[in-house]
């Protein structure tokens, strides 16, 4: 997805913990800042407008890191900035649910924007596979709050 983005002339970096991936990805776009970082605990040190987590983040990372991941993601976002975030709706005891990544979301200040059924903007009806829009919180949302 960062290569996508970066040839449509969006400023991206690149953070996965699996230095494989980061090398394949670096051999495809060296001109991409790669970064070899734990989502749970990772700090670049910079705020951006959108953080994206589109490669079923959250289903392939340990239960008990996922209020990390999104406190992290959260951490780097711009006043009023947005994390988008794309995954599997699996069926297993320890899948993450809607319900539990909203909570996870709230729990980082973030609150719901959209919630959609493909990258392509399909609205979201129910399914296996969901995209999340939540927006870093302001005082503007007081009172304003939106429920997916």
Do not use: Q
Request: charged share 20%; net charge negative.
């Amino acid at each position: 997805m960062a290569i996508e983005l970066a040839k449509r002339g969006i400023d991206v970096v690149g953070v996965d913990l699996d230095d494989d991936m980061l090398v394949a990805a670096r051999a495809k776009a060296p001109h991409i800042p790669w970064i070899t970082a734990d989502l749970a605990t990772f700090d670049l040190g910079e705020a951006f407008d959108v953080v994206a987590m589109p490669g079923n983040v959250m289903i392939f990372c340990a239960p008990a890191d996922r209020s990390a991941i999104v406190s992290r993601a959260a951490a780097h976002l711009v006043p009023a900035g947005y994390v988008v975030t794309g995954f599997s709706l699996e069926r297993r005891s320890d899948a993450i649910t809607l319900a539990e990544y909203d909570a996870v979301c709230d729990a980082a200040g973030l609150v719901p924007v959209d919630r959609l059924a493909t990258w392509e903007g399909t609205p979201y009806t129910g399914g296996d596979y969901a995209v999340s829009v939540h927006r870093l919180h302001t005082n503007s949302d007081i009172g304003h709050r939106v429920h997916l």
